[in-house]
């Protein structure tokens, strides 16, 4: 069998692809690969449909065994990448033989690096994807020594040379949109603008902020939110006044109120949004006033 | 009833009542325009999402400003009963504040038909409403760290199930052996916004 043996899985290593859209009303998250530019680069660097899974590396560590001659590529922020102890560098393809052990470093910057060999991982799909959800705990549990990851057929590799890495910022801006009880907050485009500091309770589902906390009207201090639908980049504001961005593995309702959402083009970088990480939201004011 | 923002390709309607909410995602079920990517119903709203550049968001708009929410489109809602076995550990208290017995618990609760409204909280957890106004009662005051899978629960205007093991803080009154969610099955959830259901006691 063409497979991909797991020596040593780091920190959390889970298999992702582009995720599980479209079933929210059940109840199931989206979920997929946080940095979806990097896994889709990674795939395309093996001759990989974009679409086929790969592994999400969080913070390195990872090492994997070829049991055949495969092709693999690691992107991301940039990130040390060994073969038999052997520097390769990251952001290209790299031909493996049997046998051989491929090593992921701790990346220089930013949280993820995503894997991708060439037939893809053929682990079975849950809701027609092999993302592991975090929050819901759908699809291929994290990767655990020992375990043997299955190889769908490979495609002849696109050819592609030089790419460069990403560096992953130390300060982010975020533009956003206004949410839908955005009117519940004080002057909250002025206080999403303040600096905010990426907390280590982050995860998949969510990155949470410290920082000035956001103030309701006085209207709506005490109110209570029935249950409402979420999204992914959805800002969502507790009690405590501090914002939860939610990232894919988000639950899909909620009964907090949503103040702002994050524009799409954003997420990958909140992906790589480390823990001390500043960052601030940015919104054109008129936006504010529709 | 509101449109409200919900960034780039999404929009939020508030809806007036739980009634309401079930008629608006009752009727753009039914029409389904395409370029939908997730229509998630809530207590007292109803989310639409768009393929960006698709006109969903527009069409949705048009469909729910012409439609009739009193009176939600007839359809045939897909009806589920559950067998239920009436052992909950808050069975007691649920009857004591309802100032009835553990018997007449079980009536009220098998006899009401319920329409799930909204799912969240896990996969394949439906809340459903319809639940008889004596079993309306808040949520326990210190939650549970672990409810057993299939654990049938109400809290407030809703009735439930645990579809696996989870925390939960819904006052229980019985368990079913019916799987609520399999991701490996299709449909993969039980219940579905809009599908009618009933519980059966299984003694």
Redesign the interface.
Known sequence: MRALEVLRPGPLALVQDLGRPGYAHLGVPPSGALDVPALKLANRLVGNDEAAAGVECLFGGLRLRATTSCTIAVTGPAVTVEVDGRAVGSHSPVWLAAGQVVAIGAPATGLRCYLAVSGGIAVDAELGSRSRDVLSEIGPAPLKTGDVLPLGTPSLPGGADVVLPTAAPAELVVPVEPGPRAHWFEDLATGLAKTWTVTSESNRVGLRLDGAALVRRDEYAEKELPSEGLLTGAVQVPPNGLPVVFLADHPTTGGYPVAAVVRQASLPALAQARPGTLLRFHSSTKVWNR | MRW???????A?L?CDSLAQTIAAHATVSAARPSGI???????????V?ETPGSGALAAVRDLLSGADLEHPPDGEPREITLDVTYDGEDLELVAQDAGVSIEDVVRLHTDAVYTVA????????G?LTGLPEPLRQPRLSSPRTRVPPGSVGIAGEFTGVYPRVSPGGWRLIGHTRTVL?D??AD???LL??GDRVRFRSAG
């Open positions: 409200r923002a919900y960034g780039e390709h999404a939020l508030d990517a997730e229509l998630v119903p809530g207590a007292r709203s109803l989310l999402a909204f799912t969240g909280f896990a996969p394949g957890f809340y969610f991701p490996r449909p993969p959830a579905a916004p």
